[in-house]
């Protein structure tokens, strides 16, 4: 799985709003199905949130992935 930050400015969201979006990535490398949003949106009065360093951990044992990043929500 891949992991980054973006303003994909869909779903109604106010242009400048970070969310951390994901998309699976196949053993060859290539990316599989479509992105997703990993992290909700800010709410209406926190348009000033900021969200980045989005990481991800796997456990092939358990077959789940986890992923964590850093925000200023309060």
């Known amino acids: 799985m891949?992991?980054?930050v973006g303003d994909?400015?869909?779903n109604n969201q106010v242009d400048g709003q970070l969310q951390v979006f994901g998309r699976f990535i196949d053993p060859s490398g290539s990316p599989t199905g479509n992105p997703f949003r990993i992290?909700?949106?800010p709410y209406a009065?926190?348009?000033l949130v900021s969200t980045a360093v989005p990481r991800v951990a796997y456990s092939?044992?358990?077959d789940?992935?986890?992923v964590v990043w850093v925000s200023d929500r309060r």
């Open 64 to 66: 789940i992935y986890l």
């Open 45 to 47: 009065h926190d348009l």
């Open 60 to 62: 092939s044992t358990s």
């Open 2 to 4: 891949a992991v980054w």
């Open 39 to 41: 992290s909700s949106p």
């Open 8 to 10: 994909h400015n869909e």
